[in-house]
């Protein structure tokens, strides 16, 4: 039996789609796999599927110049070497034929290490641009697969296959969904997601305006870890962070969420009208291009964080946008989870 180990972490948006991944190579039953990160956020999430974990510790390059910078780089090489020669022990270990990145600070280490072995290593970028760390990866990895068309086309081995989306997503009951979440509401119910820390931004807005959007919709509020107020507002319900986040996908009319590629390919998959409120002074900007990349598809609406007193306009004119469900319907973003998945085990069946 092949074994493959999946590198990834960071942030949820370089884990989530890792796990779809190792759940559907878990059912198919053909492989052995294991999982490297750090022990941060990764380490939690991965936890449910019981599989071996081979913990790193990888350093984070932290954009920007001046004093600061410095101070939080100067040290980057020799943690960098620490932190390779630290995965080399975990490929030696598990000794696998294959190592899957998803991107992010935390995959570079594993990708050097496993070329300097001679593991043959996939990448993918949920982007519509690459980030640092595939930009640094390319040239070592066999193939670079990507969520957008159009970014396989700016790198040499690109292919692209397409956003790996949860399969248990697409299981939830949306009656028994607001029949758990919402009393039984007859109201539209209002998502709003604020990203794996929660948008400070975001949370502050829908509390701004919480009275405003309860007189119309249900609101589920997934605001972060730490972030959950006082409130006795009716039809109005907080949650640190969900498990099973296809309940409340399941459960609403209309979204609310930062331009996270994971985030928005799953509201594209599930054909729900969204704002998208891109995070603001990115350096890469990568959320913003995300976010006019569907926009000009007719496929969500985007709110600037500068404009974002305007969210509940921003949001009635999603949820009564006929055009935007027409257009949603009629898209086949997000909705490749099969095909993304037969075609990544294609690469991963010829080793």
Request: with cysteine.
């Amino acid at each position: 039996m092949k074994k493959i180990m999946f590198v990834g972490g960071g942030s949820a948006g370089h884990v989530v789609p890792n796990i779809a991944l190792i759940e559907c190579v878990l059912r198919m039953g053909k492989y052995d796999v294991c999982y490297m990160g750090t022990d941060g956020l990764e380490k939690g999430l991965v936890a449910s599927l019981h599989i071996p974990y081979y913990k790193i510790s990888c350093p984070k390059f932290i954009r920007g110049t001046g004093v600061a910078a410095f101070k939080n780089n100067w040290n980057i090489p020799a943690k960098f070497r620490q932190a390779v020669a630290e995965a080399r022990e975990g490929l030696r270990a598990f000794s696998p034929d294959l190592v899957f990145s998803k991107g992010g600070y935390v995959s570079l280490p594993v990708v050097t290490a496993a070329k300097k072995m001679g593991i043959p290593c996939l990448t993918h970028e949920s982007d519509y641009s690459l980030g640092l760390a595939n930009k640094l990866m390319a040239k070592n990895c066999t193939a670079v697969l990507t969520a957008f068309p159009e970014t396989a086309k700016k790198v040499r081995n690109g292919e692209y296959v397409g956003q790996p989306i949860r399969k248990s997503l697409f299981s939830a009951s949306k009656h028994g969904a607001k029949a758990d979440y919402c009393e039984g509401t007859k109201k539209p119910v209002l998502l709003v997601l604020g990203g794996g820390s929660g948008s400070v931004a975001i949370n502050d807005a829908v509390r701004k305006h919480i009275r405003t959007l309860c007189a119309k919709y249900f609101v589920l509020h997934v605001c972060g870890r730490g972030n959950v107020v006082d409130s006795n507002i009716k039809d109005y319900r907080q949650f640190e962070y969900v498990e099973n986040i296809g309940d409340l996908y399941a459960a609403a009319d209309v979204v609310v969420s930062r331009a996270g590629a994971g985030a928005t390919f799953e509201a594209l998959a599930l054909k729900k009208p969204t704002v998208l409120i891109p995070l603001a002074k990115q350096t890469r900007g990568d959320q913003l291009e995300n976010a006019r990349y569907f926009e000009k598809r007719g496929l969500c609406k985007v709110l600037l964080e500068e404009d974002i007193d305007g969210l509940p306009e921003a949001i009635d004119e999603a949820y009564a946008d006929e055009g935007l469900k027409e257009a949603l319907a009629c898209s086949r973003y997000g909705e490749g989870t099969a095909n993304t998945m037969c075609q990544i085990f294609r690469h991963l069946c010829a080793r």
